[in-house]
T-cell receptor
């Protein structure tokens, strides 16, 4: 079983809709969670980090963490074509220097 | 603010040739440094990480090596490149405390081995 699982997509949504990206993980020792966005040919850029159960909002983005169910999600409200990219979920386990990345979900926002 | 640089941006090398990719970080001290490789259409593969000068941890046994000669400099090397070494090489840094454990990526080096 992979440590971080993401649906590879593509997830296709119309412009203005809510895009929901999901990530599940296997290790209950995971402490920190991150969402990165990666445009084709570019390096990943951080969207949000989340450390505690619940929701964290930043502009159009909301990260949701549920440690009991071992999932983290990213909601993008009012999706724009410029949001079309691959979204990477990552986590850091306690006492580890390393991040473990999922393989990413490709999001396509249709104009 | 912190900045991370990588060079070169692109590189085309013949099979069997040597490789040296460089990564430097500005605006922070004693960062943790990481090298990743991303094959076309694939996820990120952690190659090496370093928590200090001269301290290198290898994640994947292969023909690549890494060195950290200075606090904010991280170098990825190979003596003889293979076709399978082609990919997008990313350097990343992070701080030490939980509040700074986010990894930030450099712009990357796209390597094509022919």
């Amino acid at each position: 079983q992979k440590e971080v699982e993401q649906n590879s997509g593509p997830l296709s949504v119309p412009e203005g809709a809510i895009a929901s990206l999901n990530c599940t993980y296997s290790d209950r020792g995971s402490q920190s969670f991150f969402w990165y966005r990666q445009y084709s040919g570019k390096s990943p850029e951080l969207i949000m980090s989340i450390y505690s159960n619940g929701d964290k909002e930043d502009g159009r983005f909301t990260a949701q963490l549920n440690k009991a169910s071992q999932y983290v999600s990213l909601l993008i409200r009012d999706s724009q074509p410029s949001d079309s990219a691959t979204y990477l979920c990552a986590l850091r386990m306690d006492s580890s220097y390393k991040l473990i990345f999922g393989s990413g979900t490709r999001l396509l926002v249709r104009p | 603010s912190q900045t991370i640089h990588q060079w070169p941006a692109t590189l085309v090398q013949p099979v069997g040739s040597p490789l040296s990719l460089e990564c430097t970080v500005e605006g922070t001290s004693n960062p943790n440094l990481y090298w990743y490789r991303q094959a076309a259409g694939r996820g990120l593969q952690l190659l090496f990480y370093s928590v200090g000068i001269g301290q290198i941890s290898s994640e994947v046994p292969q023909n690549l090596s890494a060195s950290r000669p200075q606090d904010r400099q991280f170098i990825l090397s190979s003596k003889k490149l293979l076709l399978s070494d082609s990919g997008f090489y990313l350097c990343a840094w992070t701080g030490l405390a939980r509040s700074t454990d986010t990894q930030y990526f450099g712009p990357g080096t796209r390597l094509t081995v022919l």
